[in-house]
T-cell receptor, first 114, second 115 residues
Framework: AQKVTQAQTEISVVEKEDVTLDCVYE???????LFWYKQPPSGELVFLIR??????QNEISGRYSWNFQKSTSSFNFTITASQVVDSAVYFCAPLKGGSEKLVFGKGTKLTVNP | GAGVSQSPSNKVTEKGKDVELRCDPI?????LYWYRQSLGQGLEFLIYFQGNSAPDKSGLPSDRFSAERTGGSVSTLTIQRTQQEDSAVYLCASSRWTEFNYEQYFGPGTRLTVT
């Protein structure tokens, strides 16, 4: 069985602070993919990133970076120098290899205050 | 079209009435999903269509819910005899695998309010 956990229900930061959103994916599968989606107050889900289980290279893209550690089943997402527009609910969603059915975590609500 | 579209964007209905929600996936996407999101909650998987295969209905909460996908494209989610607990945003998504990538994109959702 697979299980995705976003332990942080809500996070509140002040603008320009760095913030890391945690996601733990427990599975016995050797091949899987991990997605992050953002849901701003407008409601539409926006795809942010996909990572493969066989690629642990961490990446930085602008103010976003992600840290994937297969040994601890963690796939964390960091926003550097947060902005008010980053306020949203962030969902972690794993996808089992060979499947097309995403399993969503419960989400973390991020509030960035000016 | 450029993205997944859903209609209507908002639907208010009386308890006991039937409703139909429509989803137009991205052209070329083989899979289509329906999710439900209640106020302040996460996404609840409802049903998944992949090509001509039998749909995965494991997430449908009751037999009042059904969905079909015609011609491998447009999908309709039907809720019969609506109840107040059916009030939620219903999100549709479509996806496809390419050689090196997987993409899944969501529509803007239909906000259903049952009075």
């Amino acid at each position: 069985a697979q299980k995705v956990t976003q332990a942080q229900t809500e996070i509140s930061v002040v603008e320009k602070e760095d913030v890391t959103l945690d996601c733990v994916y427990e599975t016995r599968d050797t091949t899987y993919y991990l997605f992050w989606y953002k849901q701003p107050p407008s409601g539409e889900l926006v795809f942010l990133i996909r990572r493969n289980s066989f690629d642990e290279q961490n990446e930085i893209s602008g103010r976003y970076s992600w840290n994937f550690q297969k040994s601890t089943s963690s796939f964390n997402f960091t926003i550097t120098a947060s902005q008010v527009v980053d306020s949203a609910v962030y969902f972690c969603a794993p996808l089992k290899g060979g499947s097309e059915k995403l399993v969503f975590g419960k989400g973390t609500k991020l509030t960035v205050n000016p | 079209g450029a993205g997944v579209s859903q209609s209507p964007s908002n639907k208010v209905t009386e308890k006991g009435k039937d409703v139909e929600l429509r989803c137009d996936p991205i052209s070329g996407h083989t899979a289509l999903y329906w999710y439900r999101q209640s106020l302040g909650q996460g996404l609840e998987f409802l049903i998944y269509f992949q090509g001509n295969s039998a749909p995965d209905k494991s997430g449908l909460p009751s037999d009042r819910f059904s969905a079909e996908r015609t011609g491998g494209s447009v999908s309709t989610l039907t809720i019969q005899r609506t109840q107040q607990e059916d009030s939620a945003v219903y999100l549709c998504a479509s996806s496809r695998w390419t050689e090196f990538n997987y993409e899944q994109y969501f529509g803007p959702g239909t906000r259903l309010t049952v009075t």
